[in-house]
């Protein structure tokens, strides 16, 4: 499981910060996937609808963002989000199972190609023996799901954006590892392969001009509000 540290949030300035960075997550999210044709959905804990609101911030979204569930007490992450009771009861709400059960099922639910999740302990006290700053942020999609864990310092309020700015990173590393996918898939389609003629330079190799890099390989993770 990848852990992530995140530096001490602070009020004013912080906060102004903490935004923008969400807001240029979000949009190159939204960009991204309106290239793709492609839609997501939220489910949130304890950034209690922060990442929705920094998603229809940005312009044109609405053909994107499906829509989303903000299920802060336990229950509601199996009734609404369709977290197996059984999962819930064993593992309790910050669990990397149960985090990446939300994310499938506001895929699921919403009908979306993504399924984007938040959960973890925002503080100022402990929650069931997990320390404040603890969060996953889980993300289920076409080309298979993570979840990152995320060991964050600062404050409630840093320790939420943060969270929205995690989940939008992971979110945008998955949306990449399937174009990377799709590049190969193409790449490797006999229609596309001449070896009876290599004396023909062929098409610049897709794949290398995907961009980016491939999104980090994770583990299961889960979290509580």
Same mark, same amino acid.
């Given at each position: 499981m990848? @852990?992530? +540290?995140?530096?001490?949030?602070? +009020?004013? &300035?912080?906060?102004?910060? &903490?935004?923008?960075? +969400?807001? !240029?997550?979000?949009?190159?999210?939204?960009?991204? #996937?309106?290239?793709?044709?492609?839609?997501?959905?939220?489910?949130?804990? #304890?950034?209690?609808? !922060? =990442?929705?609101? !920094?998603?229809?911030d940005i312009a044109g979204v609405s053909g994107i963002y499906r829509g989303g569930l903000v299920v802060y007490a336990t229950e509601l992450k199996g009734t609404l989000a369709g977290v197996p009771t059984d #999962? =819930? !009861?064993?593992?309790?709400?910050? &669990?990397?199972?149960?985090? +990446?059960? #939300?994310?499938?099922?506001?895929?699921? @639910?919403c009908g979306a190609d993504w399924g984007v999740a938040t959960t973890g302990v925002a503080g100022p006290e402990p929650q069931d023996g997990k320390p404040v700053g603890l969060v996953y942020v889980a993300v289920a999609g076409p080309n298979g799901g993570e979840v990152r864990q995320l060991d964050l310092d600062g404050g409630r309020d840093h320790v939420r954006a943060a969270a929205v700015v995690e989940a939008l990173r992971l979110l945008a590393e998955r949306i990449h590892g399937a174009d990377v996918q799709d590049a190969d898939a193409q790449n490797s389609d006999p229609a596309t392969d001449h070896p009876e003629a290599p004396e023909v330079d062929g098409p610049e190799d897709p794949a290398e001009t995907a961009g980016g890099t491939r999104g980090r390989a994770g583990t299961a993770g889960a979290g509580h509000r």
């Open positions: 990848q @852990r992530e +540290a995140s530096g001490s949030g602070r +009020a004013g &300035d912080g906060a102004v910060a &903490d935004e923008a960075v +969400a807001g !240029s997550a979000a949009a190159a999210v939204v960009h991204r #996937l309106a290239q793709r044709r492609e839609t997501f959905a939220t489910v949130e804990s #304890l950034t209690g609808g !922060s =990442l929705a609101a !920094s998603i229809v #999962l =819930l !009861s064993e593992r309790g709400p910050v &669990d990397p199972e149960v985090a +990446a059960a #939300l994310a499938e099922g506001g895929r699921q @639910r």
